[in-house]
């Protein structure tokens, strides 16, 4: 089963900084078994990504679907929009981006799941700023999942993510090419030099008179132009850069303790933005309250974007979850 495009009308919503919405239109989409029939997946997207997570131009589609490590087959697979991302033909652009936080977005999640009727869920996985919302919905709700799987993210931003976080608000404000130039800056934090020395070698391109390198970023640049709305990227950036478990006040021990959830800590050696080192460190954290608890790393000189490259490493990791034995 696969649907399009559906959507919650959620009244009355306040953000944490304050602000009262009148009204937010969450979307969603599900995947697989039928709701009700099946043990459930939430599946949160990254910065650029949707709801569309399998199925026709589906951005996972190497993990999730028919006879895939996620088996459409076996569950049912619930995909939020984070709301103003853009996708949807009745989206609508969240002026006030400022206000909103990767706290928000759980919340908003959340209240999905209840409209849905649903209390309990057998995984909650997300890539990049998806797996930031992932630990926040868990903090909210440490009852709501059996398995929390991070995949190259965390459960905070570090100050080298605020950072460049910063540098993309300030392109996206003040360049005349907003998002084009902004995804030319990005995709040097999402990849590695090694990354470019591997697929570029700093070879020349005759007919552009320009390094291969620098067409392929300005193709990237072009391409999500065209197709990512600006007031979508300005929410996103600060989502990204907005991830802290603990900015309602409690430590993390506090939030971490109560969550019921086995949690499989996915890092890539060579990410930037979520770094190996902070995944390890947030294992020794959970290990020390006595948690459940596992960590898991993909060996890839793709930096960040290697959860979008190397499906067979992910593949290795998420079949013990998701694979051979009966949710």
Not at 250 to 259: K, N
Not at 295 to 320: C, M, R, V, W
Request: net charge negative; proline share 3%; aromatic share 10%.
């Amino acid at each position: 089963m696969e649907k399009g495009i559906q959507h919650i009308q959620i009244s009355s919503f306040l953000t944490r900084s304050g602000l009262h919405c009148d009204t937010i239109n969450l979307g969603y989409q599900l995947f697989g078994c039928s709701l009700g029939t099946a043990p459930i997946v939430v599946v949160n997207h990254a910065l650029t990504g949707n709801s569309q997570v399998t199925g026709e131009s589906g951005w996972w589609n190497e993990a999730i679907g028919e006879g895939k490590v996620i088996d459409t087959c076996r569950y049912t697979i619930i995909a939020f929009n984070v709301p103003g991302n853009g996708y949807g033909y009745n989206d609508q652009p969240i002026d006030n981006y400022q206000d909103f936080t990767a706290y928000d977005i759980a919340k908003l999640f959340l209240y999905g799941l209840e409209f849905l009727g649903v209390d309990s869920i057998y995984g909650l996985i997300g890539g990049s700023v998806g797996g930031g919302i992932a630990w926040e919905m868990a903090a909210q709700r440490p009852l709501l999942a059996a398995h929390l799987i991070p995949v190259a993210s965390d459960w905070k931003s570090t100050d080298w993510l605020i950072a460049n976080c910063l540098i993309q608000e300030q392109i996206l404000n003040n360049s005349s090419r907003p998002v084009h130039d902004a995804r030319l800056h990005a995709m040097l934090c999402y990849r590695t030099p090694q990354s470019f020395k591997e697929k570029f070698g700093r070879s020349w391109n005759e007919t552009e008179s320009l390094y291969n390198i620098e067409t392929w970023l300005l193709h990237h640049g072009k391409k999500l132009q065209q197709r990512f709305q600006l007031s979508a990227y300005k929410l996103m950036n600060k989502l990204l850069q907005s991830i802290n478990i603990e900015a309602g006040g409690l430590s993390f021990s506090e939030i971490v303790t109560p969550i019921k959830a086995h949690v499989h800590i996915v890092a890539i050696d060579s990410d930037l933005f979520f770094t190996p080192d902070e995944n390890r460190e947030t294992y020794r954290l959970i290990k020390q309250l006595g948690k459940e608890v596992s960590y898991h790393e993909i060996n890839s000189i793709h930096g960040h974007d290697a959860f979008l490259i190397e499906f067979d490493q992910l593949e290795t990791i998420l079949k013990p979850i998701f694979g051979t034995n009966e949710p």
